[in-house]
């Protein structure tokens, strides 16, 4: 028998960090260049994949960006971001400007130390995110009173839940709850446990689906690299195909106009080889994190982006090739990434009425909360629940049993029934909306107006990083 050969050229693991140690990552926190935000300028060699990570730590300190300014042709990577806190103030604690260089420089060798977050003196990261537990993944059809047949299965089987984050989409849901053993403690490790585990949460979840219908239950040892939770539930949600019934705007509005859907055009800049993606939609909290997450799961390579938000609306123009570069040739391939995009923007949008849970943890705490909700008639249309300490601190959003706004009624039996000091209903503008009424005006024939043309990234874009390049020869590190 004749044996073939294949023979592939050897390419030593140091190399690939060689440039990174000829040329380490310049990062910048500049507070005297703006007067309303700060600046934080990042100068490093390039790889797929960067850019969401800086965006990711940014994010996880609660940080807003309201403009972007990217760079990354060729191998080296230039960018921008215009932050405040969420009071739109300057950053001008010294620990949370030292903690920002080190973690983005970290970034570039693999992730963030634990011990970088001593300068904060807290933890830096979603209290939903764990890594030392194991993690139960699962999506399907989203229905009534699920949160709680899961959770009290668990309950039931021994399992204390560490922290929980669920996501709802189109008639659809994804979570990832984060356990632990309810007697010994720590991640659950025995073989035949983790089998009993997943059988019985399959058969809770299949019990709500027809035959051949996609779903999945996934149980997963801990990890120190487990990827981010958030962006862990986009993944888990595109896998389950619910972006199929997205569409955003059909094009009979005008961009300007302050049109509640989000609008995604996509062309062909021949000269470059790119496509150019254009978004426009209401602004919120993490939208830019949103998108990366997008683009990159998706294999596309960013080589240039303008982000700008001002007032209710947000602008986000990107300069894309595929990971083997292409640009998007075929007219399916652009539907797919409009539609991916509009769900990405979409799934982060809560509806309903958000309620605050702070009380001391113990074991079946979700169950005991999510059973009440669902004896009551509410439905969870997104929720994250972690543990700091000795107490359970999170959110849910909850709707009627048909998607429509709860009866106030039902939530003061649901209070009753917790403890009235432990759920509080949040009245305050929605974290996940940034529009200020201020800037926002109706037509005569009540159309949403906003006070100002639409931004031309395209036009700006160019001359913005011109602009750019030459002030990053000022960077420290």
């Known amino acids: 028998m004749e044996i073939a050969y294949h023979y592939q050229p050897y390419i030593d693991p140091e190399f690939e960090s060689l440039i990174e140690r000829i040329h380490p990552p310049r990062v910048c926190v500049d507070n005297d260049s703006c007067q309303d935000c700060t600046l934080v300028k990042v100068d490093s060699a390039n790889r797929h994949g ?8 940014l994010t996880d300190l609660d940080l807003v960006i309201s403009k972007s300014y990217i760079s990354s042709d060729g191998g080296w990577f230039m960018d921008v971001f ?20 080190q973690a983005l420089c970290a970034t570039r060798r693999g992730g963030i130390p634990k011990e970088l977050q001593t300068c904060l003196k807290r933890e830096v990261r979603p209290c939903h995110v764990s890594t030392e537990h194991t993690a139960l993944e699962m999506t399907g059809r989203d229905h009534p009173g699920l949160m709680s047949e899961i959770s009290a299965a668990l309950y039931e089987l021994g399992c204390h839940v560490t922290a929980a984050a669920a996501w709802t989409h189109n008639s ?3 979570c990832i709850i984060n356990l632990e053993d309810g007697l010994k403690g720590g991640p659950i490790v025995d073989l035949k446990r983790l089998s009993q585990v997943q059988e019985k949460l399959e ?10 219908e996609k779903r999945s239950v996934r149980l997963t040892a801990p990890a120190a690299g487990r990827t981010h939770t958030e962006r862990r539930l986009h993944q888990l949600m595109y896998a389950d195909g619910d972006y199929e019934q997205c569409q955003g705007c059909d094009g009979s509005c ?6 509640p859907k989000t609008h995604v055009t996509i062309e062909t800049c021949r000269e470059k080889g790119y496509s150019v993606v254009n978004v426009r939609s209401r602004d919120r909290t993490k939208l830019l994190f949103d998108t990366v997450c997008v683009l ?16 209710a609306m947000a602008d986000q123009e990107y300069f894309v090739r595929r990971q083997d570069g292409r640009s998007l040739v075929t007219e399916s391939e652009r539907h797919k990434l409009s539609q991916c995009l509009v769900a990405a923007i979409e799934r982060r949008v809560s509806h309903g009425l958000r309620l605050d849970v702070c009380t001391q943890n113990k074991m079946g705490l979700l169950s005991d909360v999510t059973r009440a909700f669902r004896e009551n008639g509410l439905s969870i ?8 300490g000795e107490k359970a601190i999170g959110s849910f959003y909850v709707t009627d049993a048909s998607g429509n706004d709860v009866n106030f009624r039902s939530v003061e039996l649901v209070r009753r029934e917790i403890g009235g000091s432990a759920l509080v209903v949040n009245r305050t503008p929605d974290a996940t909306s940034r529009a200020s009424s201020s800037t926002i005006s109706r037509t005569s ?19 913005r990083l011109e602009r750019l390049s030459g002030n990053f020869g000022l960077i420290k590190s």
């Open 50 to 57: 960067i850019l969401l990570e800086m965006v990711q730590v």
């Open 82 to 101: 215009h932050v405040t806190d969420q009071l739109g103030n300057k950053l001008t604690d010294e620990s949370l400007i030292l903690y920002i260089q």
């Open 172 to 174: 659809r849901v994804a």
């Open 203 to 212: 058969n809770v979840v299949e019990a709500h689906h027809e035959s051949g």
């Open 254 to 259: 005008r961009l300007w106009k302050g049109c």
């Open 296 to 311: 990159t799961d998706m294999e596309y390579v960013v080589f240039h982006a303008a982000v700008s938000s001002q007032g």
């Open 381 to 388: 249309a997104r929720a994250e629940i972690g543990t700091h």
């Open 445 to 463: 024939s009540g159309e949403v107006d906003v006070e100002r043309p639409r931004f031309s990234i395209g036009n700006l874009l160019w001359s």
